[in-house]
């Protein structure tokens, strides 16, 4: 077993609900916290066992922590961040790893200089979904994928009018803060990718940002659209991910995906294919075709076509079990690292930073209104 000592930072929702996975990845144990709002910091701190909340400084410092869990509003990361590579410590830190692309470079130089982990809490790609929907678009089992989304429909009920989401100086906007996660997991699917335009609407009356959309070219031709606005009740709150193949389209739900609809013409060994990549699916045939009919075109080519399926996958996940799953994923490949530095990681280092060179370049773009 590994052990690995864990000094956290900050007390909100999220970091505690982050750190509660954590904890229950073999070898991982909480040993100091910091938060800035001491009577609700201390309250937390004896939830998990401690008997005090330390000051930021004083807990990077601690001999006794290993690795220092980050989870403060993200004009705090990149000094907290590098406060903590200096000092030794490996670090996992929620999204965004900083602010800025030169902010982000110094940090992961830094932690290549001391051999310390330095990763953003990106823990998409460990969702098997993700995993199946790479075999999917690198077989070309359904063709090739031309075009897609993102649509992120979110809430803002707990987003007061001064709250530190809506100053771009705190957060960076709602691409820095809100949209690496996506540009993470689409540069898992089609590689890298440029922004070729991008836009920004504010709210009439007092200027803030609530709505972006950019697309993105990706190296086999695809476009992809990202779209996130904080304009709804949270009970409205919806989130999708389309995309389009040559012979078919895919569906996923949530933000964290737990559902996928595929509908496709296939022949039947794609039909065999699809089984294989998203076993124990429930699979529809909607048509079967027989003799000529079996013939179709698109682009100028033209496909064999057995039947028209509609394929449903997860639709016995929950959302909030599978998020779980996730983290402790992440937390688990990450100390695995630490403990031998020739496995393979799922997330590095330059996931957060691509990310972030993704979101500053929609955000840059956005500003000037293409």
Request: glycine share 8%; hydrophobic share 45%; aromatic share 8%.
């Amino acid at each position: 077993m590994n052990r690995i000592r864990i000094g956290a930072i900050g007390t909100g929702g999220f970091g505690l609900f982050a750190l509660q996975q954590f904890l229950q990845v073999e070898g991982a144990e909480l040993v100091a916290m910091a938060g800035t709002h001491r009577e609700a910091a201390l309250a937390v701190a004896r939830r998990f066992g401690l008997a005090a909340n330390m000051e930021v400084e004083s807990l990077i410092q601690l001999d006794q922590v290993d690795l220092v869990y980050i989870a403060t509003p993200p004009f705090l990361h990149f000094a907290q961040v590098r406060a903590a590579l200096e000092a030794g410590k490996h670090v996992i830190c929620e999204k965004p790893l900083a602010l800025s692309l030169a902010q982000a470079d110094e940090l992961l130089q830094l932690a290549r200089a001391r051999d310390l982990l330095c990763v953003a809490n990106l823990m998409q790609r460990y969702n098997p979904l993700f995993e199946a929907v790479s075999q999917l678009i690198n077989s070309n089992v359904i063709g090739e994928c031309l075009h897609g989304w993102f649509d992120n429909a979110a809430g803002d009920e707990g987003l007061s009018a001064d709250h530190w989401f809506w100053d771009r100086a705190k957060s960076g906007g709602i691409f820095i803060e809100h949209g690496v996660h996506f540009f993470d997991l689409f540069e898992g699917w089609l590689g890298k990718g440029q922004v070729v335009s991008s836009q920004r609407s504010l709210r009439p009356g007092s200027g803030l940002e609530e709505q972006v959309q950019c697309v993105v070219r990706y190296g086999n031709g695809a476009l992809i659209n990202f779209y996130h606005g904080f304009t709804q009740p949270a009970r409205l709150e919806r989130q999708e991910f389309r995309l389009l193949f040559e012979r078919g389209e895919l569906t996923l739900e949530e933000w964290v995906p737990t559902r996928l609809r595929l509908r496709a013409v296939v022949d039947e060994e794609q039909s065999r294919r699809l089984m294989q990549i998203f076993p124990g699916a429930r699979l529809d045939v909607l048509e079967a075709y027989s003799g000529v009919k079996r013939l179709a075109r698109g682009r100028h080519k033209e496909f064999d076509n057995y039947q028209k399926i509609d394929l449903h996958d997860g639709l016995d996940v929950e959302k909030m079990r599978r998020y779980c799953e996730l983290l402790r994923a992440l937390f688990a490949d990450q100390v695995a690292w630490i403990a031998d530095r020739s496995h393979q990681r799922l997330i590095t280092e330059e996931n957060g930073r691509n990310s972030l060179a993704m979101a500053c370049a929609a955000t840059e773009l956005a500003e000037t209104g293409k």
